[in-house]
């Protein structure tokens, strides 16, 4: 009989208290596993963007528009090697409820732009260059909607109305799915040309929503956004240059401080845990009181005992945790096909943090009781009833 | 009156011998606390950001925005539209014959959040003389009101302590404009409170819209009046607007944030409430473990299996009810009128108070028994059939 099969044995005597055990540990870690996932989704926003992209954006607000002049003032500054432009459509398609994210872009920029992150095949990207009432859809987003290519669709804006119609909607032809091309890419938007939208909407000519551009470098990135902002300073529409990432996070920000609440409830879920399977193992070794007695009398050595408790504690916290991250892992994914937030997902950071967690909580909950296992004095233990 | 009389014995012995357990006992209580913690966080979350906007409002006073709009932000309404209004039946008119109303454009700005230093989309509102009229609750609670033609501005008291620079007398800058904070306002926690407001016409200038304007807000005769305004409106082809009631528009505004937090916060409750429910079954298993010798020695006395059962039942709902009600109490004293802001539909910040109503406290109790019945069932099942001869021969 080896130390393992002791340890096995005493952890599955009292067989009920053990799976209670198990339980309590199981969902603490679902909650960990599930709400690390959602986590690294939000650290995901942003660090999607590349390193050497910039977005311009009016000082006032991202809302507030830009003269679209300023495109090609901005192309001329050096360190810039290329500048795209969008403006937000506030498109929905037949139920207002169905907000779909809607970019009219300069179509050649953009895609060169984005290239390292969206894949759009070449036919596809030819027939959106040539047909300037052409769009583009994310793959997804068009199998949601029930769109193909080819298909007519006409999409409603809540914000512009179309000069030629007098209707604040427009029709587009569909000729291309965007897939991602790596894996934080998320194609979940529409785009069409900018020509088509200056030409027909009643008001808003002529400006640019915000500007994005590459960088020769990201090392130059600083004195390019410097640059910008200092030419158009004290001018009708003064500009704020910042990186694509910080962009991006400044934006998630705003929903609110995500990671306090993940880190409350988690923390929450842990002190429970703490709580019940620390008490319930010094209880445990307690009622083996006597049986530690014996074991010592046969000459089982002090640190042998004290291995034995703590190795108890760290399977069941190992038991218990592990089948739950494998659990989270597998509902992060459904919860994926929902939400379209790539990301979400254990990554190898937080899969070791769980890993440490479940060793500190085997750890914590031991020591007490595998100290006083350790302490134990045979004359005293045996003489417990 | 027998098996009553053993009942109350039972439960005394029981309740009195808790001490014994401390320890486990006090990780049961401990657990539904925090379970119970958990959950009315996020429901006084939902509570507070619906309180906010249905206290946002009122029956009498009428918002016009350009049919097809959801939203302030996005809708556009002329001048001549604004005029043509100012005939409608059924408003409220001043002294001089004229129309309550006030046009009003809703523009977003940056402002840095005090707690995350981050830029947050804030509402900037070009307003009349007649907004603070029309709107109920509005009061001046520091410095004055704008001089209209000036760069001056207004600020909510709940955009004040939540974001930094807009302090009476502080002068932000705004679109390349100088900016002098006169007054800060409040209304009761409603959304106006989250908002800067400057006027009007200067508003337009600088954000070069012309004599364009978002919404009109009127004060109606009577709350029925509304259709008829809405009436008006539609057989006059040049305003195809669309008039809610101001209540009604706010009202929802609201759905979408408040379940996402709900659809949140319940799913996470619930399995952290398995968690605690398998350490409230442990504990009255034990308990009735320890006791095993007392219950038989009862039963020899001549008490029944019924009292031992409603003995170890009335043990594991004291210890969750101690847990529920001390969740409750913590997230009352921690978190209860903590300020916060999210983004709201209106795709600005919405300044909100996190509120613990007696409402969701019931249900946090109501957790919390749940916990404590199913987790004392089993165990007072186990105490009830506890052979007597069994209980004698252990240990």
Same mark, same amino acid.
């Given at each position: 009989m080896n130390d393992f099969s002791i340890v096995l044995a005493n952890l599955f005597r009292a067989k009920l208290r053990t799976s209670l055990m198990l339980v309590a540990i199981f969902f603490a870690f679902l909650i960990f596993g599930v709400l690390a996932g959602v986590q690294n989704g939000w650290d995901n926003i942003g660090n999607s963007g590349a390193d050497n992209r910039l977005v311009t954006t009016n000082k006032i607000n991202f809302t507030q528009p830009l003269p679209i002049s300023y495109i090609d003032r901005i192309r001329a500054v050096e360190g810039v090697e290329k500048v795209t432009y969008a403006n937000w459509f506030g498109g929905f398609y037949q139920e207002p409820r169905n907000v779909l994210v809607t970019f009219a872009v300069e179509p050649e920029t953009y895609l060169d732009i984005y290239r390292s992150d969206f894949a759009l095949t070449p036919a596809a990207e030819a027939a959106f260059l040539a047909d300037r009432t052409a769009m583009v859809a994310g793959a997804t987003l068009a199998e949601k909607n029930g769109w193909k290519v080819g298909d007519k669709i006409p999409l409603n804006s809540n914000i512009f109305t179309n000069k030629s119609t007098g209707k604040r909607v427009w029709d587009f032809t569909l000729?291309?799915?965007?897939?991602?091309?790596?894996?934080?890419?998320?194609?979940?938007?529409?785009?069409?040309?900018?020509?088509?939208?200056?030409?027909?909407?009643?008001?808003?000519?002529?400006?640019?929503?915000?500007?994005?551009?590459?960088?020769?470098?990201?090392?130059?990135?600083?004195?390019?956004a410097e640059k910008i902002d200092a030419m158009f300073a004290n001018s009708p529409a003064e500009t704020a240059t910042d990186t694509e990432k910080a962009f991006n996070k400044a934006f998630a920000s705003q929903l609110g401080n995500i990671?306090?609440?993940?880190?409350?409830?988690?923390?929450?879920?842990?002190?429970?845990?703490?709580?019940?399977?620390?008490n319930t193992m010094v209880m445990a070794v307690r009622e083996r009181t006597r049986e530690i007695g014996v074991m010592k009398t046969l000459g089982f050595r002090d640190g042998r005992i004290f291995r034995l408790v703590l190795g108890e504690s760290l399977l069941l916290a190992l038991l218990g945790g592990l089948p739950a991250l494998g659990l989270a892992a597998v509902m992060l994914g459904m919860i994926r096909q929902l939400v379209a937030l790539p990301g979400l997902e254990l990554s190898p950071p937080y899969l070791a943090l769980g890993l440490l967690f479940m060793l500190a909580l085997g750890l914590i909950t031991g020591l007490i009781p595998a100290w006083k296992a350790l302490r134990l004095n045979i004359v005293t233990a045996l003489g417990r009833q | 009156m027998r098996i009553l009389n053993q009942i109350i014995a039972v439960c005394t012995i029981n309740l009195k011998s808790l001490p014994q357990r401390f320890w486990l006992s006090l990780s049961t209580v401990m657990a539904v606390a925090l379970v119970v913690g958990v959950l009315l966080a996020f429901l006084a979350m939902a509570a507070g950001f619906q309180q906010t906007l249905n206290g946002t409002g009122s029956a009498n006073v009428a918002l016009l925005l350009r049919d097809g709009s959801q939203q302030e932000v996005n809708s556009t309404i002329t001048l001549e539209q604004t005029r043509l209004i100012a005939e409608a039946p059924g408003l409220v008119r001043k002294p001089d014959g004229s129309a309550l109303m006030s046009a009003e454009l809703y523009v977003i700005v940056d402002a840095v959040k005090r707690a995350s230093g981050m830029k947050s989309n804030i509402p900037l509102r070009g307003v009349g003389q007649d907004a603070p009229a029309l709107r109920d609750g509005f009061t001046l609670v520091a410095g004055r009101m704008l001089q209209p033609g000036s760069n001056e501005i207004i600020v909510g008291q709940a955009l004040t302590k939540e974001f930094a620079g807009f302090d009476l007398g502080q002068e932000p800058r705004i679109g390349g404009v100088t900016w002098k904070v006169v007054g800060v306002f409040a209304m009761q926690g409603s959304v106006f409170e989250s908002e800067l407001w400057a006027d009007l016409p200067v508003v337009q200038g600088l954000f070069r819209r012309g004599s364009i304007t978002q919404t009109v807000r009127l004060r109606l005769t009577g709350a029925d009046a509304l259709a008829g305004l809405q009436r008006y409106s539609d057989d006059e082809p040049r305003l195809k607007l669309k008039a809610f009631s101001e209540k009604e528009y706010f009202a929802g505004q609201s759905s979408g944030t408040v379940k996402l937090i709900q659809y949140a916060g319940w799913p996470l409750s619930i399995a952290m409430a398995v968690g605690a429910l398998a350490g409230a079954l442990n504990t009255m298993?034990?308990?009735?473990?320890?006791?095993?010798?007392?219950?038989?020695? *009862?039963?020899?006395? +001549? #008490?029944?299996?019924?009292?031992?059962?409603? &003995?170890?039942?009335?043990?594991?709902?004291?210890?969750?009810?101690?847990?529920?009600?001390?969740?409750?109490?913590?997230?009352? *004293?921690?978190?209860? +009128? #903590?300020?916060?802001?999210?983004?709201?539909? &209106?795709?600005?910040?919405?300044?909100?108070s996190l509120s613990l109503t007696p409402a969701l406290m019931v249900q946090g109790v109501v957790l919390a028994l749940a916990v404590g019945l199913i987790g004392g069932f089993f165990p007072a099942l186990r105490a009830a059939r506890l052979p007597i001869v069994a209980a004698y021969a252990q240990g």
């Amino acid at each position: 009989m080896n130390d393992f099969s002791i340890v096995l044995a005493n952890l599955f005597r009292a067989k009920l208290r053990t799976s209670l055990m198990l339980v309590a540990i199981f969902f603490a870690f679902l909650i960990f596993g599930v709400l690390a996932g959602v986590q690294n989704g939000w650290d995901n926003i942003g660090n999607s963007g590349a390193d050497n992209r910039l977005v311009t954006t009016n000082k006032i607000n991202f809302t507030q528009p830009l003269p679209i002049s300023y495109i090609d003032r901005i192309r001329a500054v050096e360190g810039v090697e290329k500048v795209t432009y969008a403006n937000w459509f506030g498109g929905f398609y037949q139920e207002p409820r169905n907000v779909l994210v809607t970019f009219a872009v300069e179509p050649e920029t953009y895609l060169d732009i984005y290239r390292s992150d969206f894949a759009l095949t070449p036919a596809a990207e030819a027939a959106f260059l040539a047909d300037r009432t052409a769009m583009v859809a994310g793959a997804t987003l068009a199998e949601k909607n029930g769109w193909k290519v080819g298909d007519k669709i006409p999409l409603n804006s809540n914000i512009f109305t179309n000069k030629s119609t007098g209707k604040r909607v427009w029709d587009f032809t569909l000729v291309g799915l965007l897939e991602p091309a790596k894996e934080e890419a998320n194609p979940n938007f529409v785009l069409f040309h900018h020509k088509y939208f200056n030409e027909s909407v009643t008001f808003g000519q002529n400006t640019a929503g915000y500007a994005l551009l590459r960088t020769v470098d990201k090392s130059v990135n600083a004195a390019v956004a410097e640059k910008i902002d200092a030419m158009f300073a004290n001018s009708p529409a003064e500009t704020a240059t910042d990186t694509e990432k910080a962009f991006n996070k400044a934006f998630a920000s705003q929903l609110g401080n995500i990671t306090l609440i993940i880190l409350l409830v988690v923390g929450s879920a842990f002190f429970t845990i703490l709580m019940i399977v620390g008490n319930t193992m010094v209880m445990a070794v307690r009622e083996r009181t006597r049986e530690i007695g014996v074991m010592k009398t046969l000459g089982f050595r002090d640190g042998r005992i004290f291995r034995l408790v703590l190795g108890e504690s760290l399977l069941l916290a190992l038991l218990g945790g592990l089948p739950a991250l494998g659990l989270a892992a597998v509902m992060l994914g459904m919860i994926r096909q929902l939400v379209a937030l790539p990301g979400l997902e254990l990554s190898p950071p937080y899969l070791a943090l769980g890993l440490l967690f479940m060793l500190a909580l085997g750890l914590i909950t031991g020591l007490i009781p595998a100290w006083k296992a350790l302490r134990l004095n045979i004359v005293t233990a045996l003489g417990r009833q | 009156m027998r098996i009553l009389n053993q009942i109350i014995a039972v439960c005394t012995i029981n309740l009195k011998s808790l001490p014994q357990r401390f320890w486990l006992s006090l990780s049961t209580v401990m657990a539904v606390a925090l379970v119970v913690g958990v959950l009315l966080a996020f429901l006084a979350m939902a509570a507070g950001f619906q309180q906010t906007l249905n206290g946002t409002g009122s029956a009498n006073v009428a918002l016009l925005l350009r049919d097809g709009s959801q939203q302030e932000v996005n809708s556009t309404i002329t001048l001549e539209q604004t005029r043509l209004i100012a005939e409608a039946p059924g408003l409220v008119r001043k002294p001089d014959g004229s129309a309550l109303m006030s046009a009003e454009l809703y523009v977003i700005v940056d402002a840095v959040k005090r707690a995350s230093g981050m830029k947050s989309n804030i509402p900037l509102r070009g307003v009349g003389q007649d907004a603070p009229a029309l709107r109920d609750g509005f009061t001046l609670v520091a410095g004055r009101m704008l001089q209209p033609g000036s760069n001056e501005i207004i600020v909510g008291q709940a955009l004040t302590k939540e974001f930094a620079g807009f302090d009476l007398g502080q002068e932000p800058r705004i679109g390349g404009v100088t900016w002098k904070v006169v007054g800060v306002f409040a209304m009761q926690g409603s959304v106006f409170e989250s908002e800067l407001w400057a006027d009007l016409p200067v508003v337009q200038g600088l954000f070069r819209r012309g004599s364009i304007t978002q919404t009109v807000r009127l004060r109606l005769t009577g709350a029925d009046a509304l259709a008829g305004l809405q009436r008006y409106s539609d057989d006059e082809p040049r305003l195809k607007l669309k008039a809610f009631s101001e209540k009604e528009y706010f009202a929802g505004q609201s759905s979408g944030t408040v379940k996402l937090i709900q659809y949140a916060g319940w799913p996470l409750s619930i399995a952290m409430a398995v968690g605690a429910l398998a350490g409230a079954l442990n504990t009255m298993y034990s308990s009735v473990a320890s006791r095993s010798r007392e219950i038989a020695t *009862l039963r020899c006395l +001549g #008490f029944g299996g019924f009292p031992a059962f409603v &003995g170890t039942l009335v043990e594991s709902l004291a210890l969750s009810l101690i847990g529920g009600l001390l969740g409750t109490l913590v997230v009352w *004293l921690l978190f209860d +009128g #903590f300020t916060t802001s999210t983004l709201g539909q &209106g795709f600005t910040q919405i300044v909100f108070s996190l509120s613990l109503t007696p409402a969701l406290m019931v249900q946090g109790v109501v957790l919390a028994l749940a916990v404590g019945l199913i987790g004392g069932f089993f165990p007072a099942l186990r105490a009830a059939r506890l052979p007597i001869v069994a209980a004698y021969a252990q240990g």
